[in-house]
């Protein structure tokens, strides 16, 4: 065994994850970009690629974004707060390796422009602190807070080029923030 994740073929899903959902976490506050997934009224899907900044250290796991009330997104977050998020990982280096990626399902939330959390979380890089900076010269911002399910699925983050060539299947892996956050911090009040 090389300490590869193994995919269970009855179920096809990954069963052992070779890495924590602290070291997925580290790697999704690195990025800024990912893309949303809504469903319209009529069950239609929309995607749309949007910035986003992760919870503060210490917090419950969430990401935020920030929008307008008009744009498809957040009028599909408020008729149905179902989503899923995917960061890319790209390989800038082996441009014909498909990248890795981090997605999840989970559930959205319309936040006023003026919540302390999301603004410390846009102020926290520059490329946010920006995106801020111009959607408040807008105006009718709002922020949307994005709380994951259960379940982060990550696909050849953090494998080698050899695990890629080799047995791509074998790179998919599953985390949990509950359970990481709880070993984490195993004096916190739930």
Request: net charge positive.
């Amino acid at each position: 065994m090389d300490g590869a994740p193994r995919l269970n073929q009855s179920r096809n899903r990954a069963v052992k994850a070779p890495f924590s959902f602290a070291y997925v976490e580290k790697q999704l506050r690195r990025k800024n970009f990912g893309i949303l997934s809504t469903v319209t009224p009529e069950g239609r899907a929309h995607s749309a690629g949007v910035a986003y900044g992760v919870s503060p250290p210490g917090s419950p796991f969430c990401l935020y974004l920030i929008s307008r009330p008009r744009l498809k997104k957040a009028r599909n977050i408020k008729t149905n707060p179902n989503v899923s998020f995917t960061v890319p990982f790209p390989h800038y280096f082996l441009r014909m390796v498909p990248p890795a990626c981090v997605e999840f399902q989970g559930t959205a939330e319309i936040l006023p422009i003026n919540d302390p959390v999301a603004r410390q979380v846009f102020n926290s890089t520059i490329v946010l602190r920006r995106s801020l900076e111009y959607d408040l010269k807008i105006g009718e911002s709002i922020f949307i807070r994005i709380t994951p399910a259960k379940r982060i699925f990550s696909w050849s983050l953090g494998a080698n080029i050899w695990q890629l060539l080799r047995n791509p299947p074998n790179t998919h892996y599953v985390v949990s923030p509950d359970n990481v956050r709880e070993k984490e911090n195993p004096n916190r009040s739930p």
